[in-house]
């Protein structure tokens, strides 16, 4: 049997080609899901400011609860988390499902004031809610940014079902 000695050079440099193709692509992939992995791992900050909501700490959340017995206040954040606990007379409704004809028979006057919040600064739920009830007209908001981690983080009453 005779061996082309210039066949087995090009043969030799394609399984070289296809190693060197195969050992990329296997290296890209590692560090896509390393680098992929610990971005998911970090959820996004909620915004510093809301057009047409004013942002509370926990503090100012009281004193608007205590000088406005018509606040409604709602938590945005999931059912588990809310019967865990939270603000005494907050209604719960989770930001995915708040819908105009819903609000609208909790309160129908769009100048009420209303107070949202959910987990913090790394939830996005009552920014969420904000947002969708501003652009329905509602006028008397505020937004407790901090929400239910400043509010367990400085010991402050809480309610559960």
Wanted: aromatic fraction near 10%; glycine fraction near 6%; hydrophobic fraction near 45%.
């Amino acid at each position: 049997m005779i061996i082309d000695v210039q066949m087995l050079a090009t043969g030799q440099e394609n399984i070289y080609d296809n190693y060197l193709f195969v050992m990329r692509n296997l290296i890209f992939c590692v560090v896509f899901l390393l680098s992929s992995s610990v971005v998911a791992g970090e959820k996004p900050y909620a915004p510093e400011s809301l057009p047409g909501a004013t942002i509370l700490t926990a503090e100012e959340v009281i004193s608007l609860i205590l000088a406005n017995p018509d606040l409604i206040v709602i938590d945005s954040r999931k059912k588990t988390e809310y019967i865990k606990g939270h603000i005494e007379g907050a209604i719960n409704i989770l930001n995915t499902e708040l819908v105009l004809e819903d609000l609208d028979l909790i309160v129908p006057d769009r100048t009420t004031a209303l107070l949202f919040y959910c987990n913090g600064v790394r939830c996005l739920r009552s920014s969420d809610s904000i947002n969708k009830v501003v652009g329905w007209g509602y006028t008397n908001l505020y937004w407790f940014r901090g929400g239910w981690k400043e509010w367990t983080e400085k010991r402050l009453p809480v309610v559960t079902d």
